[in-house]
């Protein structure tokens, strides 16, 4: 089976490390020259509204899947009429757009932090006026790794903060007070059937995710399944979904979904029996799911702007070293390590290592 | 760090797909046209003595490892000149020649069934008269999966073997009545630090492996250990050697060695904290060793002529399926598919599931 998957960089590579073993091939779209998945598939050298190579790729794959989902609506309409595309455009559609993400929260009786859409500064004097300060400026699409983004503390913040993200439209959140940041990493395949990895503990610095610890038996696992699966149920959703939450009061709020495999399921390809980037693939290629129980504990930790010299990683008992092949560049994820052991305090003790290997 | 494999088949694809998450790239020298391995890397298509692309492969990588032992002496001594070979040349030409293999072995004082060098019919009807039937006469070289080698159980037998094998250089063995069949996969860095994994039972079906299950304590390990230690030692080995055993009287005989990564390691993929592809790059690149230890109980199954429906080998817990990506051909190996869980029991009925698959 010849797999076409939208975007070639880690989490594409990653994708086909997985599906190799599976008797999968991968061709990746990518307008990059270095896009680091091509090693390891064959390399459509195009933009994303490139017809043409979009025509090339629908006939000479099995089904096309994408690796982010910041991609043109049009892109997606265009490539499934031609070949099966999961997840499914209107998932990506509203999965790209914050507005219409955090609407089906809403909708859908999940809680989420207060929100407004904004489309001019105008909205966003009346929002700020009514959700109150401190708040969180997005655009509506295309912001990641905390790009796209500002906090508003004071009126001096609001004042054309709307033009400063490009007067493009953003929706503006309520600060929500929250104590943790958890991820869920849910998978779906073709006939409904729905698997949860364990909860994650996330966390970022500057916008950019750093560590992820997997939990056990987390109080909040069956409340996340729950809203996670509604989201699932009504996107008649195909493929890996993370969905990721504020700790608060005890619940969560839903802060984001991301329609693909993500950052904070890196852990499970050591860490799970199946890890997400094989049932992604299982997913979509229509076969049974893989097991998402965990196998001892780990955390994953990213190496954002270089990786360390890989034999001092190497080095530090049972780590896994993941490096992307991408050219090493300020604030840009390039690799990540994935520790694995029996019990807690080897975990903390090999986390601590890999964290004093990132300071050094 | 680019690494020159010879070969392109399965062991060099897993070596590929090991490799990749360490930063590494990889150039495949391989004859055929349809090389496994190739799509993970560079492909060099051409013959093992070709000294243009030999040296062309020498000027592109910064080092040159195997996935097959019957490599000429002389391509290993011309690449040699050029850039560094792991295992050396010397360590190659002994453990590709069963004479000077079983030879060390006796040297070294590690049991082995009794031997002669055959280089007639003269010598083999001497060395039967003096060792005995049954006996069994193999190539000195080029044997694989049962190829390269005859039981020979009466006088009948004898008569014109020699020339039935080729007329060339052979061994014949002595018939050992093993109760069973064990490996041990070791890994030695270039500075001496050497590892072993569990020692593994391995099933054999018409000379061609069809099962491996790690042990956990096995009785025999630390002898296992001393005797392939001395063999590591004496040949100053760098990367992962593969020693083979009869089981005999509760004690051990060594059957043979292969210098390079091993069908019978495979469960080492999803069983073992590093995998031994892992740990053979790691030994070669000159960096730090990976844990050998053991995660939950493991088995692998070969696929040999084709491989399942995948969504059949999906469909069983905790099961794990590496497809080759090879045409099917009869007694080939295709693919294999590792099983891993937590506790024995379990692991049986799943080895029985995949057996039923592969039956079926």
Chains 1, 2 share one sequence.
């Not at 009504?234 to 839903?254: H, I, M, P």
Request: hydrophobic share 45%; with cysteine.
């Amino acid at each position: 089976m010849k797999i076409g998957v939208i975007g070639g960089g880690q989490l594409g590579r990653m994708l086909a490390l997985a599906g190799t073993p599976l008797g999968m091939n991968f061709a990746f779209l990518d307008p990059a020259p270095d896009a680091c998945a091509a090693p390891l598939g064959e390399h459509l050298r195009a933009d994303y509204g490139d017809q043409d190579h979009l025509r090339q790729l629908a006939d000479e794959v099995d089904l096309v899947t994408f690796e982010f989902e910041s991609v043109p609506a049009e892109t997606v309409a265009f490539l499934s009429q031609f070949v099966p595309v999961y997840p499914s455009a209107d998932a990506l559609r509203i999965a790209r757009d914050r507005w219409f993400e955090k609407s089906m929260f809403k909708d859908l009786g999940v809680p989420t932090p207060t929100f407004a859409d904004i489309q001019s500064q105008a909205d966003l004097d009346a929002a700020v006026a009514s959700i109150g300060l401190p708040a969180v400026l997005k655009t509506r699409t295309l912001g990641y790794d905390g790009k796209g983004q500002k906090v508003l503390r004071s009126a001096t913040d609001v004042a054309g903060t709307f033009a400063e993200l490009g007067s493009v439209p953003c929706l503006l959140e309520g600060f929500v007070p929250f104590t943790g940041e958890v991820s869920l990493i849910a998978v779906r395949a073709r006939d409904g059937e729905t698997r949860f990895y364990p909860l994650v503990h996330n966390t970022h610095e500057a916008g950019i995710l750093r560590l992820s610890v997997a939990s056990t038996a987390h109080p909040l696992q069956g409340l996340a399944e729950d809203y996670a699966g509604r989201v699932l149920q009504k996107l008649d959703y195909v493929g890996v979904l993370a969905f990721e939450f504020f700790e608060v009061d005890g619940g969560l709020k839903a802060n984001e979904i991301a329609p693909r495999v993500h950052n904070s399921g890196h852990w499970t390809i050591e860490g799970a029996e199946c890890s997400q980037f094989e049932n992604h693939l299982r997913a979509v290629a229509g076969l049974p799911l893989g097991s998402t129980a965990k196998v001892g504990e780990s955390a994953m930790l990213n190496f954002i702007g270089e990786v360390p010299a890989v034999a001092q990683v190497a080095a530090i008992d049972d780590c896994h070293l993941h490096h992307y092949g991408k050219a090493f560049k300020v604030g840009r994820k390039v690799g990540h390590a994935t520790v694995r052991c029996a019990d807690r305090a080897t975990l903390q003790r090999q986390i601590a290592e890999v964290q004093a290997l990132i300071q050094g």
